[in-house]
């Protein structure tokens, strides 16, 4: 009984996972400029993929594999944060101007 409420958990942790890597997605297609595109992506690509490890996590129980999903949670942890920062350094030092409303309007004219 305690193995059924474990995977049925580690199920639902999946899905959620894969509910923010999706909206990530729709993010990157919906959002109006750069910056904005790399912090949806930033944020749900993180949470989306550390949900989506634990749920795995829980799902294998305690193996190897369990301790290899740490460490590319850990990984992941480290490398997403740090490539939206320069993915956002790199836009900015090529002179992107953020969105605004103002600019919205001067662009129609």
């Known amino acids: 009984m305690n ?4 995977d049925i958990f580690g199920w ?3 899905g959620s996972g894969a509910f923010f890597v999706m909206t990530g997605g729709l993010g990157l ?5 750069v910056y904005c595109r790399i912090h949806a992506a930033g944020l749900t690509d993180t949470l ?5 490890m634990v ?4 799902y294998a129980g305690a ?8 460490l590319v949670l850990v990984f992941l942890l480290f ?3 740090t490539a939206s920062h320069a993915l956002a350094h790199a836009a900015r030092l ?3 101007v953020p969105w605004t409303k103002k600019n919205t309007k001067e662009k129609r004219k």
């Open 48 to 52: 989306g993929a550390g949900l989506m």
């Open 94 to 96: 090529d002179g992107v």
């Open 12 to 14: 639902i942790l999946i």
């Open 79 to 81: 490398t997403s944060p």
């Open 55 to 58: 749920g795995l996590m829980l």
């Open 3 to 6: 193995s059924i409420i474990i």
């Open 29 to 33: 297609l919906r959002l109006p400029d």
């Open 63 to 70: 193996t190897l594999v369990t301790v290899k999903l740490i």
